[in-house]
């Protein structure tokens, strides 16, 4: 076998391995608060070029007729409690007679996270989320969430 067909595979690795910060999960402490008929996993947080993404799901609890939930407000917390930034995410229709309970949310943003900080998550009501929340996430993150973005 000539050896450039022996080089390509530890090349193509090289540079899939130089790439690894893009899409990585962040460990950063998040919350979420639902509602009785829908339920709001806390935000999944990846490193994209342009900054964070946030990610998360909201699913249908019940056969209940209340239409879903049309946005989701995301608060950057300080660690003193204080919310610093806000950013919203679309959340797609949840039909009741469909084939379908759950649907995703994402948000870009350009946050930058210190330690103690947190990222809080719930249904936009105009107002800010509880900090203690009542009703609390039921569902995980969707793991296809973090798409790599190119720089």
């Known amino acids: 076998m000539p050896r450039a067909f022996i080089a390509l595979p530890i090349v193509a690795g090289l540079l899939v391995a130089g790439c690894g910060t893009v899409g990585d999960s962040v460990t950063v ?4 608060s639902g509602s009785n008929y829908f339920s709001l996993s806390r935000p999944g947080v990846y490193k994209i070029a342009s900054g964070l993404q946030l990610a998360g799901r909201v699913c249908r609890r019940s056969r209940t007729t209340q239409l879903s939930p049309p946005r989701v407000r ?3 917390v300080s660690a003193a409690g204080d919310v610093v930034e806000t950013s919203h995410a679309s959340v797609g229709a949840i039909y009741r007679n ?3 309970p759950c649907s995703d949310y994402v948000a870009r943003v350009t946050w930058q996270i210190a330690d103690g900080e947190t990222v809080r998550a719930c ?3 105009s107002h800010a989320c509880p900090a203690d929340p009542s009703v609390k996430a039921v569902v995980s993150v969707p793991a296809s969430a973090a ?5």
């Open 29 to 32: 402490s998040s919350q979420a």
């Open 74 to 76: 995301l608060e950057h």
């Open 98 to 100: 469909a084939d379908q």
């Open 123 to 125: 249904f936009d009501r």
């Open 147 to 151: 798409e790599p973005v190119a720089p």
